[in-house]
Nanobody
Framework: QVQLQESGPGLVKPSQTLSLTCTIS??????????WSWIRQPPGKGLEWMGV???????YYSPSLKSRTSISRDTSKNQFSLQLSSVTPEDTAVYYC???????????????WGQGTQVTVSS
């Protein structure tokens, strides 16, 4: 059973960088045909996909967040991380990490999720 757990500060000041880590248990971050993603949900809004890191370390980002987002991994710790720079109150959201089961033709689906962590951007 794969489990994911988000961790990081719950409060970030405007203009600073938001940093979160997702720790994976029950599965390897380098296993073929899986990727690892960050998704967020602002209050009162729907889910927003932020980006993904593949089993080979390749990264892909949402075009709307690409200039501010970086996803990296630490294979020795079986973790992957999110950094979102220059945050504003509009970045306040519940942030989730999730595993993506990869299919053919660039498709995939989320099969495991973390419980989510609330991040508030406020001075």
């Amino acid at each position: 059973q794969v489990q994911l757990q988000e961790s990081g500060p719950g409060l970030v000041k405007p203009s600073q960088t938001l940093s979160l880590t997702c720790t994976i248990s029950g599965g390897s971050i380098t296993i073929n045909n899986y990727a690892w993603s960050w998704i967020r949900q602002p209050p009162g809004k729907g889910l927003e996909w932020m980006g993904v890191i593949d089993y080979d370390g390749s990264t892909y980002y949402s075009p709307s967040l690409k200039s501010r987002t970086s996803i990296s991994r630490d294979t020795s710790k079986n973790q992957f991380s999110l950094q979102l720079s220059s945050v504003t109150p509009e970045d306040t959201a519940v942030y989730y990490c999730a595993r993506v089961a990869l299919l053919d033709y660039g498709l995939g689906y989320f099969d495991y999720w973390g419980q989510g962590t609330q991040v508030t951007v406020s001075s």
